[in-house]
């Protein structure tokens, strides 16, 4: 079993609860479920479907519209960009399109129209999906590669206690799609394989990353 990030094989047990076991990464850090105890794609769709993220959830398009006011005050007038992991609707590409930009959205569940890997972009964002993808390092290494130079990655999550005690009463840990919690160190890791700038936090568990190839 190796790190879903940066492919190491040491790790440790972190934590363990009744549903799973968590692992440490000891070379970046990141927690991580074993992916032999993943459920699979249907269950985790079924698992989407119950979440109220639909467009007359009003506290949920409030959260995806403060999100999309805080990304466009660091875009360029007209920009184009991507939501990956949109989720059941475009609330992000709606919002950001009224500010002028030109935005295009994917899911793997809901919107699997893989014509956007053939644009580029001066921004990608992914709002609460990076602690979701099963394979985070291969997603990320297909996204960055469309970004234009001085492109902007949004990625919104998270961190992880470091504490293992305060890990245990973790909310966030509980939902059994959240396979995998980063911290500093693993956004490090991910900065420097992926050839981003360090990441600066721009909000609370709102992060961004600039290309620097
Ligand atoms: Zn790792």
Redesign the pocket.
């Known amino acids: 079993m190796n ?6 094989s040491h ?1 440790r047990v972190f934590e363990i609860d009744q549903k799973r076991s968590y692992l440490l ?1 000891q ?4 927690v991580f479920v074993p992916r032999d105890q993943l459920i699979n794609d249907e269950d985790e769709k079924k698992r989407y479907e119950l979440h109220d993220n639909s467009e007359t959830n009003f506290d949920y398009k409030n959260y995806l519209e403060n999100t999309a006011h805080l990304v466009h005050s660091f875009l360029k007038k007209g920009s184009t960009g991507l939501d990956f992991g949109c989720g059941i609707t475009r609330i992000l590409e709606n919002s950001l399109k009224e500010k002028g930009h030109e935005v295009f959205s994917y899911d793997k569940f809901f919107l699997p129209d893989d014509s956007v890997f053939e644009n580029n972009y001066d921004f990608i964002i992914l709002s609460e999906v990076i602690e979701h993808l099963k394979k985070p390092f291969e997603d990320l290494m297909r996204l960055t590669p469309l970004l234009h130079e001085d492109g902007l990655i949004f990625v919104k999550t998270k961190l992880r206690p470091e504490n293992p005690e305060k890990f245990k009463n973790w909310f966030y840990k509980r939902d059994v799609t959240h396979v995998q919690f980063f911290s500093d160190c ?1 956004f490090e ?1 991910l900065s420097n394989t992926l050839q981003l700038t360090k990441a600066i936090q721009i909000d609370r568990d709102l992060f961004l990353f600039r290309n620097n190839r």
Do not use: I, N, V
């Open positions: 790190c879903p990030l940066c492919f190491s790790h990464c070379h970046c850090s990141l693993s890791h």
